[in-house]
């Protein structure tokens, strides 16, 4: 058990595991704490809203225990119970609709026959007697259309159990066009992407702006000349009598575009030369399995030393693009062509996700949308 908290005895004089009536608590120490028998094998206080258990696995050799954290609403409403009632309400709710229509259409008809019947009474031909009906219910439906119009946004949205009665805009956008940009109703965008009125996006992150290469390090024995290498010219005696010269070329040292990490990450321009040698060669290093740095510093030759380590860990930006240093984009992710401080998503075939989609099917929303369907207005 965890967190200090106790079991209670749940009509056993035991504690733990209570024999075979096993208890948990969910959240805080001050929940309440709920015994079932045969279930678990202990329990712990986790964080707030959720449930540790120590199942016993029947698979696993005896005393060895699993243990399972679930969610509080994950445990009350547990999957397998509530999609078949799920499923069971939504077949009930088609049900409903068919038999309200039915109804509608019924008390519509009886209503058409009753004013029938009292034009009729009342001297009327039948011509008359048959159109004055539908025209009466006709001319009730507008002017209750006008006041909802005009009225309904007072007290809408109405939403009984969930399911809507009343809605006024602009929360009229129907199931196939759910999302409101602007003034109109579209269809959700694709994954990774967000939309901007016609155009969906893609989801970027931000990953900060670039800093200088650093100059490419001159060869082996090679003097530095600043912004250039000179290979030292050397001689050699051929046929006893001959001196010939050989070196003496220049290296530009952004020939190759620069390194990355630059000066930045160095701490400056003037040790960048030694610091970039010393991150380059820990670099080509394995990364450190070790976290303890007691042992000799030949312990593992093949490995990175802790300072090494830490010398690695403190160049972050090491991508260079576009003639900029960049920081890394996070994994599944890669910079924007001609926009490298962003991250895009990186598609299957290796390329960066195309950053502007264009999707301009959409609907205007009704003033009213009444039992979620029915947009009148």
């Known amino acids: 058990m965890a967190n200090g908290a106790t079991a209670p005895s749940c009509g056993l004089n035991t504690s733990g595991t209570n024999g075979n009536v096993d208890c948990w608590s969910v959240g805080r120490d001050t929940s309440p704490v709920v015994c079932v028998p045969d279930f678990v094998n202990g329990f712990s206080i986790g964080r707030q809203g959720s449930i540790v258990f120590y199942r016993r ?9 699993e243990k399972a954290q679930e969610t509080a609403a994950e445990f009350l ?8 009632l799920y499923d069971m309400m939504k077949s009930l709710s088609k049900t409903a609709w068919v038999v309200l229509t039915f109804v509608l259409v019924f ?10 019947k009292e034009a009729k009474l009342a001297g009327y031909q039948t011509g008359v007697a048959v159109i004055v009906p539908p025209i009466s219910i006709a001319i009730a439906g507008v002017i209750v259309l006008i006041i909802l119009i005009f009225f309904g946004g007072m007290v809408s949205p109405i939403d009984v159990f969930g399911f809507p009665i009343l809605h006024t805009y602009p929360n009229t956008c129907d199931a196939t066009h759910p999302e409101l ?12 992407r967000h939309r901007v009125s016609d155009v969906c996006w893609a989801d970027t992150q931000e990953n900060g702006v670039g800093t200088p290469v650093g100059l490419e390090p001159c060869p082996d024995g090679w003097e530095n000349w600043g912004l250039l290498c000179h290979e030292p010219i050397s001689w050699r ?14 290296v530009g040292r ?8 630059g000066p930045q990450d160095a701490g400056g321009l003037p040790q960048f030369d030694d610091w970039y040698k010393r991150w380059k060669s820990a670099s080509d290093k394995k990364p450190r399995t070790k976290k303890k740095c007691s042992e000799p510093a030949n312990a593992h030759d093949t490995e990175r030393s802790c300072e090494e380590q830490k010398l690695v860990e403190g160049a972050v930006h090491v991508e260079r693009v576009d003639g900029l240093c960049y920081k890394q984009c996070p994994s599944g992710m890669t ?16 390329k960066p996700m195309r950053l502007d989609y264009y999707d301009a099917d959409s609907k205007v929303p009704s003033l009213i949308q009444l039992f979620g369907r029915f947009n009148p207005a």
């Open 335 to 350: 910079h924007v062509p001609l926009m490298p401080y962003l991250c895009v998503k990186t598609e299957s075939n290796g």
């Open 77 to 84: 409403w547990m999957p397998e119970v509530v999609a078949p």
């Open 57 to 65: 696995n029947n698979g696993m050799p005896k005393g060895v225990i």
């Open 107 to 116: 008390m519509f008809l009886l209503a058409w026959y009753g004013m029938y």
């Open 254 to 261: 952004l020939d190759h575009g620069g390194v990355c990490p």
């Open 237 to 250: 005696l051929e046929n006893g009598w001959l001196w010939i010269p050989s070196g003496g070329r220049l």
């Open 181 to 192: 940009h602007g003034l109109l109703c579209y269809k959700p965008c694709p994954s990774n």
